[in-house]
């Protein structure tokens, strides 16, 4: 299954991106996951088909992610963006394990739980 993201780029602190993958057909749970230098890969916001969503902590109020299942398309809209943000953002969708072991879309480390992957895109913020 290929995820096609776009929208990444570079923007200064307090500006606004947003991001998009597109998949080949509708998939229950899809989540954004981010990679900064030097850190582990961890999980940004997941939507579930019924509208249910996830949010890390440093992004709540911030970003907002969603969905148009119609399309198949998932979006980042981030604002009030900030240097710590900078990282490269996948796109991944699927639950390994089946969609109802989770009541939220798993984020934090959980990336292992998430069976196609996009190819990533580089959001750098600067000061």
């Known amino acids: 299954v290929q995820l096609v993201e776009s929208g990444g780029g570079s923007a200064q602190t307090g500006g606004s991106l947003r991001l998009s993958c597109a998949a080949p057909?509708?998939?229950?749970?899809m989540a954004w996951f981010r990679q900064a230098p030097g850190k582990e890969r961890e999980g940004v916001a997941g939507?579930?088909?019924?509208?249910?969503?996830n949010y890390a902590e440093s992004v709540k109020g911030r970003f907002t992610i969603s969905k148009d299942n119609a399309k198949n398309t998932l979006y980042l809209q981030m604002n009030s963006l900030e240097p710590e943000d900078t990282a490269i953002y996948y796109c991944?969708?699927?639950?390994?394990?089946?969609?109802?072991?989770?009541?939220?879309?798993?984020?934090?480390?959980?990336?292992?739980?998430?069976?196609?992957w996009g190819q990533g895109t580089q959001v750098t913020v600067s000061a």
């Open positions: 057909y509708s998939i229950y749970c």
């Open positions: 991944a969708a699927d639950l390994a394990l089946g969609d109802h072991r989770w009541d939220l879309p798993p984020l934090g480390h959980y990336d292992y739980e998430y069976k196609y």
């Open positions: 939507i579930f088909s019924d509208g249910t969503t």
